[in-house]
Nanobody, 122 residues
Framework: QVQLVESGGGLVQAGGSLRLSCTASGTISSIKAMGWYRQAPGKQRELVADITNDGSTNYADSVKGRFTISRDNAKNTVYVQMNSLKPEDAGFYYC????????????????WGRGTQVTVSS
């Protein structure tokens, strides 16, 4: 089994910063990509940013220049530093990881965290 646990959400004023963390644990053999999606009320879940195990990153256009994704492979942890937050950045942020487990199938599958809420006041 694999669990992903997010932390770091909260309430922040527009223009402020937050740092989200997500740690994967369990019977992990290896992790390929890790990343963050978000979902605002009434909207579809959208990619925020992701990062491969060799450090290649990908960002949504709406967050480029403001958010920075990073990971610590030794800790199976992914971070996103969110600066210059806007009210439209608010929503639930979900972490995901592409994981191959030790005792499971010999391919990667996606695992998801339960989400952490980000609220941005204007």
């Amino acid at each position: 089994q694999v669990q992903l646990v997010e932390s770091g959400g909260g309430l922040v004023q527009a223009g402020g910063s937050l740092r989200l963390s997500c740690t994967a644990s369990g019977t992990i053999s290896s992790i390929k990509a890790m990343g963050w999606y978000r979902q605002a009320p009434g909207k579809q879940r959208e990619l925020v940013a992701d990062i491969t195990n060799d450090g290649s990153t990908n960002y949504a256009d709406s967050v480029k220049g403001r958010f920075t994704i990073s990971r610590d492979n030794a800790k199976n942890t992914v971070y996103v530093q969110m600066n210059s937050l806007k009210p439209e950045d608010a929503g639930f942020y979900y972490c995901y990881a592409q994981v191959m487990t030790i005792y499971g199938d010999p391919w990667y599958r996606d695992y998801w965290g339960r989400g952490t809420q980000v609220t941005v006041s204007s």
